[in-house]
T-cell receptor
Framework: AQSVTQPDIHITVSEGASLELRCNYSYGATPYLFWYVQSPGQGLQLLLK????DTLVQGIKGFEAEFKRSQSSFNLRKPSVHWSDAAEYFCAVGGSNYQLIWGAGTKLIIKP | KAGVTQTPRYLIKTRGQQVTLSCSPI?????VSWYQQTPGQGLQFLFE???????NKGNFPGRFSGRQFSNSRSEMNVSTLELGDSALYLCASSLRVAGGYNEQFFGPGTRLTVL
């Protein structure tokens, strides 16, 4: 069955420190992979996506993610976080029927 | 270009009532998907409409239904509301061009509280 796992429910990072949010997926074919961010009371904003090609993808707000087929992972990274990055981050895989399958989300807390 | 809009933003209903939520997609987008977001279950796919037809459906009871109009606007309806239906309902639109996966753009959601 298709699934997405985000093993960290919460992550706390100091402002200015680097960040890596983990995402593992289970999918039978080449996946379409996404990272979305949700600020409190807001909808979901796409940070970046992987469809094919270069496995290191750049997104908005200084985020990047690397697709590793051998590890079934699509981890999100940022070299230096800002207080405004505090939000919940969701990894998702696009299913063959256009349906998005979501991870449970990782809440990012920024320490001043 | 205007984004995805959802109305109303907040709703309070009582058990047993029914509710209708509305979603207007980005201009030119013909696919609208609905998701339910709760703290316990996370984000779950409800259904997708494309060209006024339901194309995909998630694992929700028949109390949850939807429709799409010729201008691509979509509504979802929940009948006989239960306390567990309290959630943020998110709508997403996309172009749904054949041959690949299309990015979904999300609205701000409708917060439904069932008392």
């Amino acid at each position: 069955a298709q699934s997405v796992t985000q093993p960290d429910i919460h992550i706390t990072v100091s402002e200015g420190a680097s960040l890596e949010l983990r995402c593992n997926y289970s999918y039978g074919a080449t996946p379409y992979l996404f990272w979305y961010v949700q600020s409190p009371g807001q909808g979901l904003q796409l940070l970046l996506k992987y469809f094919s090609g270069d496995t290191l993808v750049q997104g908005i707000k200084g985020f990047e993610a690397e697709f590793k087929r051998s590890q079934s992972s699509f981890n999100l990274r940022k070299p230096s976080v800002h207080w405004s990055d505090a939000a919940e981050y969701f990894c998702a895989v696009g299913g063959s029927n256009y349906q998005l399958i979501w991870g449970a989300g990782t809440k990012l807390i920024i320490k001043p | 270009k205007a984004g995805v809009t959802q109305t109303p933003r907040y709703l309070i209903k009582t058990r047993g009532q029914q509710v209708t939520l509305s979603c207007s997609p980005i201009s030119g987008h013909r696919s609208v998907s609905w998701y339910q977001q709760t703290p316990g279950q996370g984000l779950q796919f409800l259904f997708e409409y494309f060209s006024e037809t339901q194309r995909n459906k998630g694992n929700f009871p028949g109390r949850f239904s939807g429709r799409q109009f010729s201008n691509s606007r979509s509504e979802m309806n929940v009948s006989t509301l239960e306390l567990g239906d309290s959630a943020l309902y998110l709508c997403a639109s996309s172009l749904r061009v054949a041959g690949g996966y299309n990015e979904q753009f999300f609205g701000p959601g409708t917060r439904l509280t069932v008392l």
